[in-house]
């Protein structure tokens, strides 16, 4: 079972730039979001998506975008990246339908922003 | 809103003895409750449930009580071992309606379990 797939595990970039983090599930659960987790700060929610081509905001959404064109697929797009987005991000998946709605979560992808 | 608070600080202690970790939770609607452990470098992973009042979930030798009148949801384990070293979060999942299946996480604890 693959679970949920997060790529890359590791990334360094340079202020300015852009990427996408992906993120892959093949449970066919409808919720996905995205987290991410400092130090002292604990998991914040980036943005969520319900279901195909819904999306929506979270705590801290500013300076990413999201889109979910499939049920399998959402992609973290940082469109320029600043020295403050140095964190590990989470990918996780559930179902609100199949009882205790508990989350999938991946590996994580450690990003640094020099 | 939905929120879960942790008690503050890293956790050391010895090998055998008796842990604590306490959570306490506000909600709307009808919550479950969960603790999640993640180990150094991995992501996290569901260590225990609880989908309604008075519910223990437990798991390798790790339990929780879903305390409705006390809205809590304390982690407990009688004997660590060194292997339970981790960061432990606590988090709660409402929805009264469909599109509002939010996780809010508490902000961990570091678990540090000396031999």
């Known amino acids: 079972n693959a679970g949920v797939t997060q790529t890359p595990k590791f990334q360094v970039l340079k202020t300015g730039q852009s990427m996408t983090l992906q993120c892959a599930q093949d449970?066919?659960?409808?919720?996905m979001s995205w987290y991410r987790q400092d130090p002292g700060m604990g998991l914040r929610l980036i943005h969520y998506?319900?279901?195909?081509?819904?999306?929506d905001q979270g705590e801290v959404p500013n300076g990413y975008n999201v889109s979910r064109s499939t049920t399998e697929d959402f992609p973290l797009r940082l469109l320029s990246a600043a020295p403050s987005q140095t964190s590990v991000y989470f990918c996780?998946?559930?179902?609100?339908?199949?009882?205790?709605?508990?989350?999938?979560f991946g590996q994580g992808t450690r990003l640094t922003v020099v | 809103g939905n929120s879960v608070t942790q008690m503050e600080g890293p956790v050391t202690l010895s090998e055998e003895a008796f842990l604590t970790i306490n959570c306490t939770y506000t909600?709307?609607?009808?919550?479950?409750l969960f603790w999640y452990v993640q180990y150094p470098g991995e992501g996290l992973q569901l260590l225990l449930k609880?989908?309604?009042?008075?519910d223990k979930g437990s798991n390798k030798g790790f339990e929780a009580t879903y305390r409705k009148e006390t809205t809590s949801f304390h982690l407990e384990k009688g004997s660590v071992q060194v292997s339970d070293s981790a960061v432990y979060f606590c988090?709660?999942?409402?929805?009264?309606?469909?599109?509002?299946?939010?996780?809010?996480f508490g902000k961990g604890n570091q678990v540090v379990v000396i031999p």
């Open positions: 996780a998946s559930s179902s609100p339908w199949g009882g205790a709605t508990e989350a999938f």
């Open positions: 449970m066919n659960h409808e919720y």
């Open positions: 998506s319900v279901g195909a081509g819904i999306t």
């Open positions: 909600a709307t609607g009808y919550p479950s």
């Open positions: 609880a989908t309604k009042a008075d």
């Open positions: 988090a709660l999942s409402s929805w009264p309606s469909y599109g509002n299946n939010r996780l809010a």
